[in-house]
């Protein structure tokens, strides 16, 4: 195939556009992919649509490859689904309702929409099954930005198994982990998966699939010597022991005037930060006010915690606080707390000073299981320089770009749904599902943030919009079509750079648009019929008989 570029809708520019910090905005938008219709809403352009086609392509023979079937479900969905799966309390969620008053939601994944249809499901010997499709999602995102990154609209690639028992989920999971690890190497992108926090979506296990790059929503954890990997989210880093002062044989109370930060407290008593407890009072969404407790050196990783809650929670008000502790924020502890304390493991062993919930006081020689009773967790987010779990090395922290996300549902959804199926002792029993997500649009970006030098973006071959980028100098036409001609010939995709524009901008662009090969016919081509061939990701150039081009590039 040949396309003029004379003819094509390619609007790139010179300039960067104003409001645009990473990467893959700025560039996607100078080459002429994509253009911004308003905060987090895009259009892409022909040569944008052309690089999502092929990443599309290459997930969809990927999932074909191990019996995935495909198939399309609609974007508007009843209200009523969500609410009796218990999703419907989601801020990011969009709600309308018709002209009857009917109640709908555009859903940012299809987990109802796909129990509901699975309800025709109803013995065992249907099973295990996998049905996937790409569809429009609708997400209320608060900060839209960086591109392709933060979208309230965008095309996903959701994908979901429903087996009869945990074994099969587990045959399902791992047979589209296997997948997604060849698409990402398909596509060309350094990616990591990760065990990761199932948020939302629910579920007793995730696996989070991490390109590292400027830009981007995660934090990948990873250790100096590769002996671990996780999302920030989960990762549980190993922390310094901490320097704990003279042992007491009960708590003692020390007035602490203006001291309200661990910080602070740590200064004003002369002693390790590490060994003062924090304390962040949460409310539940049933409205109990909790204690979440970590050392004075760290902080709560929300996942964390509302994973150890099972239900999500929010940082309590002045008011709520008043009325269960009798005290403000900075002199909180679990000392004498009625309700429930969550502590870190990290306050497991060793006496700590906590607040005494009463302004301007403290205790010191806190101790759990002497002095309070807590549930104790993994809530504390890894430092960067926490020692690996696994060898002992240092922790190294890297933004990244969550490209794909799995997870292990269970009956999540199949249960309140009423997804059922008779099994082989004629039993009715829920479905046992699993989902499974890539966004075609953050793979792009991720490409882009980790493919690109200081003129353009450097596609891989696999999802470059064509595979042959052909510049044209003028009085030198019928070379470039003859080239053109022979490459059409051969198989390949090119892009024909026929306008009426300077040699230094035509070069500009190829580079901008960051096609794999560039082929330049110039005057010298009209005496030895041959042209300058480009590796736009190496720089290498060779000089080819015209002739030759499909063979040299086949």
């Not at 008053?101 to 249809?117: D, N, S």
């Not at 799995?406 to 989902?435: C, H, W």
């Not at 792009?444 to 450097?458: M, P």
């Not at 306008?499 to 110039?522: C, M, V």
Request: net charge negative.
């Amino acid at each position: 195939m040949i396309a003029r570029a004379s003819k094509l809708f390619l609007p790139t520019l010179r300039d960067d556009p104003a409001d645009a910090e990473a990467v893959n905005h700025k560039l996607l938008v100078r080459g002429g992919f994509v253009r911004q219709v308003t905060g987090g809403v895009w259009t892409f352009l022909p040569l944008g649509w052309r690089v999502h086609r092929k990443v599309e392509q290459i997930i969809r023979e990927e999932m074909d490859a191990i019996g995935t079937q495909e198939m399309l479900m609609p974007v508007l969905t009843p209200f009523e689904l969500w609410q009796q799966t218990g999703r419907d309390y989601i801020p990011e969620l969009f709600r309308l309702k018709d002209r009857k008053g009917a109640e709908y939601v555009l859903p940012m994944t299809h987990e109802e929409t796909v129990a509901f249809h699975a309800r025709e499901l109803q013995s065992y010997r249907q099973l295990p099954q996998m049905l996937y499709h790409f569809s429009i999602k609708e997400r209320d995102e608060p900060r839209p930005g960086k591109g392709l990154i933060r979208l309230r609209e965008f095309i996903m690639k959701d994908a979901y198994s429903f087996d009869r028992d945990e074994e099969g989920l587990a045959k399902s999971f791992d047979l589209q982990r296997g997948a997604y690890n060849r698409i990402f190497d398909r596509l060309g992108l350094e990616v990591y998966g990760v065990e990761a926090e199932s948020g939302m979506m629910g579920g007793k296990e995730s696996f989070d699939f991490l390109a590292p790059t400027g830009a981007g929503e995660n934090t990948l954890v990873r250790c100096e010597n590769g002996d671990f990997a996780a999302d920030l989210e989960i990762a549980r880093g190993v922390a310094r022991p901490p320097v704990f002062p003279e042992t007491l044989l009960s708590t003692e109370e020390v007035e602490t005037p203006d001291v309200r930060t661990c910080e602070a407290l740590a200064d004003f008593l002369s002693i390790d930060v590490a060994a003062t407890s924090k304390a962040m009072p949460v409310t539940t969404d049933d409205g109990m006010v909790v204690l979440a407790l970590v050392r004075g050196d760290d902080r709560i990783e929300p996942a964390k915690l509302d994973a150890a809650l099972g239900k999500p929670s929010r940082p309590a008000t002045d008011d709520e606080i008043r009325a269960a502790f009798g005290a403000s924020g900075g002199s909180l502890g679990p000392v004498g707390f009625k309700g429930e304390v969550v502590a870190d493991e990290t306050l497991r062993h060793g006496q700590f000073v906590a607040g005494a919930n009463k302004d301007g006081w403290h205790l010191l020689g806190v101790e759990a299981g002497r002095d309070f009773q807590p549930r104790f967790a993994d809530l504390r987010a890894s430092h960067e320089g926490d020692i690996c779990p696994v060898c002992g090395g240092k922790l190294q922290f890297e933004t990244a770009i969550e490209v794909g996300h799995i997870f292990k549902l269970g009956t999540r959804y199949s249960a309140p749904l009423g997804a059922n199926f008779v099994d082989e002792d004629g039993q009715e029993k829920p479905l046992i599902m699993g989902s499974y997500g890539i966004g075609p649009a953050r793979v792009i970006a991720a490409t882009v943030e980790q493919r690109n030098d200081e003129n353009g973006i450097i596609w891989p071959a696999s999802i470059a919009p064509y595979d042959v980028h052909i510049v044209v100098v003028k009085g030198a036409e019928e070379v470039g079509e003859q080239a053109a001609a022979v490459l059409d010939a051969a198989g390949f995709d090119v892009l024909l750079d026929d306008r009426d524009q300077r040699p230094g901008e035509k070069f500009a662009d190829a580079d901008l648009i960051g096609i794999p090969i560039r082929i330049t016919a110039g005057k010298k081509s009209l005496e030895d019929e041959a042209v300058d061939v480009k590796d736009r990701a190496t720089g290498a150039e060779r000089r080819v008989n015209v002739a030759d081009l499909g063979k040299e590039l086949g």
